[in-house]
């Protein structure tokens, strides 16, 4: 039997949360940089970014406060909380 696919193991949590921003935003992770806006640099649209924190929490086993949401407007944003998690 084979593998479904050729991915490579997360070596670490923020490789897994750059791989879910990127598939959920249809971004090549080479393109995310820490200061990369959601709105405006990657053209996330409030649905998407919803959709893409709600992945995250499950992801992370997480739970993001409404509060703590609206903090997070950069890649980086995102990668520091959820990692720290």
Do not use: W, Y
Not at 11 to 37: M, Q, R, W, Y
Not at 41 to 62: F, G, P, Q, S, Y
Request: charged share 35%; with cysteine.
């Amino acid at each position: 039997m084979t593998p479904a696919s050729n991915q490579k193991p997360f070596t670490n949590k923020e490789d897994k949360i750059k791989k879910i921003v990127s598939d959920h935003l249809g971004i090549s992770p080479k393109e995310l940089t820490e200061s990369a806006d959601l709105r405006e640099d990657l053209n996330a649209e409030e649905v998407e970014i919803a959709d893409l924190l709600a992945r995250l929490e499950k992801e992370c086993a997480v739970n993001l406060s409404v509060e703590d949401a609206s903090t997070l407007k950069t890649v980086g944003d995102i990668m520091e909380f959820f990692k720290e998690t």
